[in-house]
Protein backbone atom coordinates (compact mmCIF):
# COMPACT_ATOMS: atom_id res chain seq x y z
CA UNK A 1 0.00 0.00 0.00
CA UNK A 2 2.95 1.87 0.32
CA UNK A 3 6.10 4.38 2.52
CA UNK A 4 5.12 6.58 4.65
CA UNK A 5 7.16 8.93 6.65
CA UNK A 6 6.60 11.30 9.70
CA UNK A 7 9.01 14.11 9.88
CA UNK A 8 9.10 17.43 11.77
CA UNK A 9 10.81 19.21 14.92
CA UNK A 10 11.96 18.07 18.02
CA UNK A 11 9.29 17.30 20.36
CA UNK A 12 6.42 18.09 17.93
CA UNK A 13 4.88 14.55 18.44
CA UNK A 14 6.64 12.51 15.52
CA UNK A 15 6.80 8.80 17.21
CA UNK A 16 3.56 9.22 19.60
CA UNK A 17 1.23 9.94 15.97
CA UNK A 18 3.45 7.21 14.25
CA UNK A 19 2.91 4.23 16.79
CA UNK A 20 -0.96 5.40 16.49
CA UNK A 21 -1.14 5.67 13.28
CA UNK A 22 0.63 2.12 13.24
CA UNK A 23 -2.00 0.44 15.38
CA UNK A 24 -4.73 2.00 13.70
CA UNK A 25 -3.72 0.83 10.25
CA UNK A 26 -2.93 -3.06 11.85
CA UNK A 27 -6.45 -2.76 13.50
CA UNK A 28 -7.84 -2.02 9.71
CA UNK A 29 -6.00 -5.63 9.08
CA UNK A 30 -3.11 -4.15 7.11
CA UNK A 31 0.51 -5.69 7.84
CA UNK A 32 2.50 -2.41 9.19
CA UNK A 33 6.42 -2.18 9.71
CA UNK A 34 7.25 0.57 11.97
CA UNK A 35 11.09 1.66 11.47
CA UNK A 36 12.87 3.66 13.94
CA UNK A 37 16.56 5.13 12.80
CA UNK A 38 16.98 6.53 15.95
CA UNK A 39 20.32 5.27 18.05
CA UNK A 40 17.63 5.86 21.51
CA UNK A 41 15.03 4.54 19.89
CA UNK A 42 12.44 6.09 21.76
CA UNK A 43 10.09 4.12 19.77
CA UNK A 44 11.24 1.02 21.16
CA UNK A 45 11.05 2.55 24.49
CA UNK A 46 7.66 3.85 24.21
CA UNK A 47 5.88 0.33 22.92
CA UNK A 48 8.06 -1.13 25.80
CA UNK A 49 9.86 -3.92 23.71
CA UNK A 50 13.45 -4.87 23.88
CA UNK A 51 14.90 -5.05 20.27
CA UNK A 52 17.57 -8.06 20.48
CA UNK A 53 20.71 -7.40 17.78
CA UNK A 54 19.21 -10.13 15.52
CA UNK A 55 15.59 -8.41 15.13
CA UNK A 56 17.10 -5.39 14.37
CA UNK A 57 17.68 -2.71 11.74
CA UNK A 58 21.31 -4.49 12.10
CA UNK A 59 20.15 -7.74 11.18
CA UNK A 60 17.76 -6.58 8.24
CA UNK A 61 20.49 -4.59 6.40
CA UNK A 62 23.50 -7.20 7.19
CA UNK A 63 21.52 -10.13 6.18
CA UNK A 64 19.01 -11.51 3.23
CA UNK A 65 16.05 -13.42 2.97
CA UNK A 66 12.53 -12.50 4.23
CA UNK A 67 12.37 -8.82 6.79
CA UNK A 68 9.56 -10.80 8.17
CA UNK A 69 11.89 -13.04 9.90
CA UNK A 70 14.37 -10.29 11.03
CA UNK A 71 11.26 -7.58 12.37
CA UNK A 72 10.20 -7.41 16.14
CA UNK A 73 6.40 -8.64 15.77
CA UNK A 74 5.20 -5.92 18.39
CA UNK A 75 1.75 -7.49 17.85
CA UNK A 76 -1.23 -8.95 15.58
CA UNK A 77 0.15 -7.30 12.09
CA UNK A 78 2.56 -5.30 13.92
CA UNK A 79 5.90 -5.06 13.24
CA UNK A 80 9.07 -3.09 14.21
CA UNK A 81 12.64 -2.40 12.96
CA UNK A 82 14.61 -0.36 15.35
CA UNK A 83 18.24 -0.10 16.26
CA UNK A 84 19.34 -3.18 19.31
CA UNK A 85 18.56 -2.33 23.09
CA UNK A 86 22.92 -2.28 23.08
CA UNK A 87 23.58 1.12 20.35
CA UNK A 88 26.34 -0.13 20.17
CA UNK A 89 26.13 -2.90 18.47
CA UNK A 90 25.19 -0.69 16.02
CA UNK A 91 27.46 2.06 15.60
CA UNK A 92 27.05 4.25 12.73
CA UNK A 93 24.19 4.59 10.45
CA UNK A 94 24.01 2.00 7.35
CA UNK A 95 25.41 2.14 3.95
CA UNK A 96 23.44 4.31 1.54
CA UNK A 97 22.90 1.78 -0.85
CA UNK A 98 21.93 -0.75 2.13
CA UNK A 99 19.32 1.84 3.17
CA UNK A 100 17.94 2.52 -0.39
CA UNK A 101 17.59 -1.72 -0.40
CA UNK A 102 16.04 -1.85 3.03
CA UNK A 103 13.25 1.05 2.35
CA UNK A 104 12.40 -1.07 -1.02
CA UNK A 105 12.31 -4.27 0.41
CA UNK A 106 10.19 -3.46 3.16
CA UNK A 107 7.64 -1.57 0.84
CA UNK A 108 7.38 -5.26 -0.95
CA UNK A 109 7.32 -7.28 2.41
CA UNK A 110 4.69 -5.02 4.60
CA UNK A 111 1.11 -3.40 3.13
CA UNK A 112 2.44 -0.25 5.03
CA UNK A 113 5.76 1.31 5.87
CA UNK A 114 5.98 3.94 8.26
CA UNK A 115 9.28 5.39 9.23
CA UNK A 116 9.51 7.90 12.17
CA UNK A 117 12.34 9.85 11.17
CA UNK A 118 14.99 11.97 13.61
CA UNK A 119 14.55 15.50 13.33
CA UNK A 120 18.43 15.79 12.35
CA UNK A 121 19.47 15.28 8.86
CA UNK A 122 22.08 12.66 10.10
CA UNK A 123 20.56 9.33 9.40
CA UNK A 124 20.41 7.98 5.91
CA UNK A 125 17.88 5.91 6.32
CA UNK A 126 15.59 8.64 6.86
CA UNK A 127 16.57 10.08 3.94
CA UNK A 128 15.74 7.58 1.64
CA UNK A 129 11.97 7.06 3.13
CA UNK A 130 11.49 10.75 3.32
CA UNK A 131 12.78 10.34 -0.61
CA UNK A 132 10.85 7.04 -1.48
CA UNK A 133 7.61 8.17 0.60
CA UNK A 134 4.08 7.91 -1.29
CA UNK A 135 3.58 10.63 1.53
CA UNK A 136 5.42 12.40 3.99
CA UNK A 137 3.03 13.40 7.41
CA UNK A 138 5.06 16.45 8.32
CA UNK A 139 4.02 17.63 12.01
CA UNK A 140 3.97 21.15 12.52
CA UNK A 141 5.70 21.69 16.00
CA UNK A 142 5.12 22.67 19.69
CA UNK A 143 7.86 25.02 20.27
CA UNK A 144 8.85 28.23 18.89
CA UNK A 145 12.12 26.36 17.73
CA UNK A 146 9.67 25.12 15.17
CA UNK A 147 10.41 28.20 12.76
CA UNK A 148 14.22 27.75 13.08
CA UNK A 149 13.44 24.09 12.90
CA UNK A 150 11.53 24.63 9.33
CA UNK A 151 13.68 27.52 8.02
CA UNK A 152 17.01 24.84 8.31
CA UNK A 153 15.27 22.33 6.06
CA UNK A 154 13.50 24.60 3.86
CA UNK A 155 14.65 22.83 0.69
CA UNK A 156 14.02 19.91 1.35
CA UNK A 157 10.33 19.95 2.96
CA UNK A 158 10.05 22.53 -0.65
CA UNK A 159 11.17 19.81 -2.48
CA UNK A 160 8.49 17.33 -0.69
CA UNK A 161 5.56 19.64 -1.07
CA UNK A 162 3.41 17.69 -3.30
CA UNK A 163 3.40 14.82 -1.17
CA UNK A 164 3.30 16.39 2.65
CA UNK A 165 0.40 16.57 4.86
CA UNK A 166 0.70 18.53 7.48
CA UNK A 167 -0.50 17.65 11.25
CA UNK A 168 -0.60 19.59 14.31
CA UNK A 169 -0.76 17.54 17.31
CA UNK A 170 -1.34 19.83 20.44
CA UNK A 171 1.49 18.58 22.68
CA UNK A 172 1.71 22.21 24.62
CA UNK A 173 -1.88 23.33 26.08
CA UNK A 174 -0.40 26.58 26.24
CA UNK A 175 0.96 26.87 22.89
CA UNK A 176 -0.05 29.75 20.60
CA UNK A 177 -0.13 26.94 17.73
CA UNK A 178 -2.34 29.19 15.05
CA UNK A 179 0.39 31.65 15.62
CA UNK A 180 2.91 28.93 14.56
CA UNK A 181 1.26 28.15 11.58
CA UNK A 182 0.80 31.61 10.48
CA UNK A 183 4.39 32.40 10.70
CA UNK A 184 5.27 28.83 8.75
CA UNK A 185 2.58 29.67 6.32
CA UNK A 186 1.36 26.41 6.74
CA UNK A 187 -2.41 25.19 7.45
CA UNK A 188 -2.42 21.43 8.95
CA UNK A 189 -4.70 19.46 7.21
CA UNK A 190 -5.08 17.12 10.53
CA UNK A 191 -5.14 19.00 14.35
CA UNK A 192 -4.96 16.26 17.00
CA UNK A 193 -5.85 17.64 20.30
CA UNK A 194 -4.03 17.82 23.45
CA UNK A 195 -4.28 14.78 26.03
CA UNK A 196 -3.60 16.43 29.74
CA UNK A 197 -3.12 13.38 30.81
CA UNK A 198 -1.15 11.17 27.84
CA UNK A 199 1.79 10.24 29.58
CA UNK A 200 -0.57 8.06 32.28
CA UNK A 201 -2.45 6.58 29.67
CA UNK A 202 0.80 5.81 28.12
CA UNK A 203 2.12 3.66 30.60
CA UNK A 204 -1.14 1.99 30.56
CA UNK A 205 -1.29 1.12 27.11
CA UNK A 206 1.06 1.52 24.35
CA UNK A 207 -1.48 3.66 22.06
CA UNK A 208 -3.45 6.64 22.55
CA UNK A 209 -5.87 5.11 19.51
CA UNK A 210 -9.21 4.35 20.48
CA UNK A 211 -8.99 6.12 24.35
CA UNK A 212 -11.91 6.75 25.94
CA UNK A 213 -13.79 10.50 26.50
CA UNK A 214 -14.43 13.42 24.33
CA UNK A 215 -10.03 13.86 23.76
CA UNK A 216 -10.19 10.27 23.16
CA UNK A 217 -12.75 9.78 20.60
CA UNK A 218 -11.32 13.69 18.56
CA UNK A 219 -8.13 12.06 19.18
CA UNK A 220 -9.43 8.15 17.58
CA UNK A 221 -11.00 10.65 14.48
CA UNK A 222 -7.53 12.81 13.74
CA UNK A 223 -5.59 9.28 13.37
CA UNK A 224 -8.28 7.98 11.54
CA UNK A 225 -8.15 10.94 9.13
CA UNK A 226 -4.57 10.34 8.84
CA UNK A 227 -4.94 6.67 7.55
CA UNK A 228 -7.23 7.96 4.92
CA UNK A 229 -4.47 9.17 3.46
CA UNK A 230 -2.98 5.86 3.45
CA UNK A 231 -5.93 4.06 2.10
CA UNK A 232 -6.97 5.92 -0.67
CA UNK A 233 -9.57 7.35 1.43
CA UNK A 234 -8.56 10.83 2.11
CA UNK A 235 -10.31 13.97 0.67
CA UNK A 236 -7.68 14.19 -1.80
CA UNK A 237 -7.46 11.48 -3.24
Not at 20 to 44: N, R
Not at 66 to 88: C, E, G, R, W
Request: net charge neutral; proline share 4%.
Amino acid sequence: MGIYAVWGPPQSGKTTMAIDMAFALSIQGKSVCLISPELYSELAARLNIRIEPEKSLLAAYKKTGSLKQIVHTADDLLYVLAVPFDNDAFGADMPEDAAKALIEQAGRTFDVVIVDCPAHAGSVLAAWALSCADSVFMMSGAHSAAVMWNSSFRRAITAMKNKTHYVCAEINSNFDYRTLHNILGVTPEVWLPHFPDASMLQLLKRTLYQANGRTGRAYTKGIDQICSFVTGKGDDQ
